[in-house]
């Protein structure tokens, strides 16, 4: 399904006070709105995934899958940033006739969703049934239910947080070292800085899995290798994968704007900001991610008023809220059939 552009020509004010002359957002819808218009499900999707949503959380979403076209009228938006059909760094800067580059102004997760909001009025979305996304994406789920509490009915966080950790901002400054490390991604060419990028999506993927993982999926047979091992292979295919898709000024940009994440910012606190939430909610976490450790999703579940919490007990580590499909289906099945009614229904799941 291709890709349809939003494109907002107004000036667009972001959190620091600058602003992007105009805006286009990338995205993508699937069925129709129902004659109630009550069955918008929007995705907000994470660091370098795109509005394709059908492409990247097969499983979960597609045809025959809980949340199907017949059924809902499903809306992915590009984050800002992206260069999958949204305003990014590769973008033309009106005001020189060039690329942005490394002059794109600094976002934030609260930016991402107010362009979201900007698409939500062009596709005349007054009301979301639910909205759902991990990682990234879940900070934008939050987000939006704080700053628009009476139009979101449902959140689904996935693997996330409040406010982004120490952990969390350190492996992304790690990334950006990589990538600033190498000399072309400073010379203003639209394949700048490829080999840096290629180092960061190894580094993050130490983030995105763990211990266990490596142990099943690379694990070596023979006992007299010295060299070549399937750890090593595999971190650079990711390498290279994710260069042949991807950009360094947008990965760059939005590790950033994922750094920025902290609810509490200018709302009098974490606590507060997350009691601003009227929606009913589903915190799911992953027993073995590393990178937003369970903890952060039961803080969640803690501090969001009506909200439920399950576990998935998954070895693929933070990856896992978009390859255990199967699990995540039962976990929201069992969630909607629960009538919460103002109480807090807590879920077990074992993945």
């Known amino acids: 399904m291709s890709t349809e552009i939003f494109k907002y020509n107004k000036p667009f004010k972001l959190e620091s006070g600058n602003q992007l002359k105009e805006l286009e957002i990338g995205f993508n819808t699937y069925g129709t709105l129902n004659k109630n218009r009550d069955n918008v499900v929007w995705v907000c999707h994470a660091l370098t995934a795109n509005s394709d949503v059908f492409d990247w959380w097969k499983g979960l979403f597609g045809e025959n899958n809980y949340f199907n076209p017949d059924d809902h009228f499903i809306v992915c938006a590009n984050i800002l940033g992206s260069s999958y059909g949204s305003s990014s760094p590769l973008s033309v800067n009106p005001v020189t006739g ?10 934030t997760v609260r930016d991402i969703v107010k362009a979201h909001q900007l698409l939500a009025a062009h ?3 007054e009301s979301i049934e639910i909205l759902i996304g991990g990682s990234l994406g879940g900070q934008q789920v939050i987000e939006w239910g704080i700053m628009e509490p009476d139009r979101i009915k449902n959140l689904i966080l ?4 409040a406010k982004h950790s120490p952990w969390g901002i350190a492996f992304n400054e790690s990334q950006r070292m990589a990538i600033s490390a190498d000399r072309t991604f400073h010379a203003g060419t639209p394949n700048g800085g490829q080999k840096g990028l290629k180092v ?10 763990s211990y266990k993982t490596y142990s099943i999926t690379q694990q070596e047979e023979k006992d007299n290798l010295v060299d070549d091992y399937k750890a090593s292979s595999y971190q650079n295919y990711q390498g290279e994968k994710l260069v042949k898709r991807f950009n360094a000024y947008s990965y760059w940009f939005l590790s950033k704007s994922m750094d920025s994440h902290n609810v509490g910012r200018g709302r009098h606190g974490i606590e507060k ?8 909610t589903l915190v799911v ?3 073995s991610d590393v990178l937003f450790p369970v903890e952060e999703q039961q803080y969640l579940f803690n501090h969001i008023p009506k909200s439920a919490f399950a576990e998935l007990d998954s070895f693929y580590g ?5 390859i255990e499909t199967e699990a995540l289906t039962n976990v929201i099945t069992s969630f909607f059939k629960t009538d919460v009614k103002g109480k807090i229904i807590e879920l077990q ?3």
């Not at 690329?99 to 102004?105: A, E, G, K, R």
Request: aromatic fraction near 10%; avoid cysteine.
């Open 158 to 161: 996935i693997a996330t947080n």
């Open 123 to 125: 596709l005349q979305i």
């Open 98 to 107: 060039q690329p942005y580059y490394l002059s794109f102004p600094q976002l």
């Open 200 to 209: 960061a999506r190894s580094i993050a993927l130490l983030s995105y899995r």
């Open 273 to 280: 900001a997350l009691s601003l939430i009227k929606a009913r």
């Open 285 to 287: 976490g992953i027993k």
């Open 318 to 322: 933070h990856d896992g809220f978009l």
């Open 349 to 351: 799941r074992t993945a």
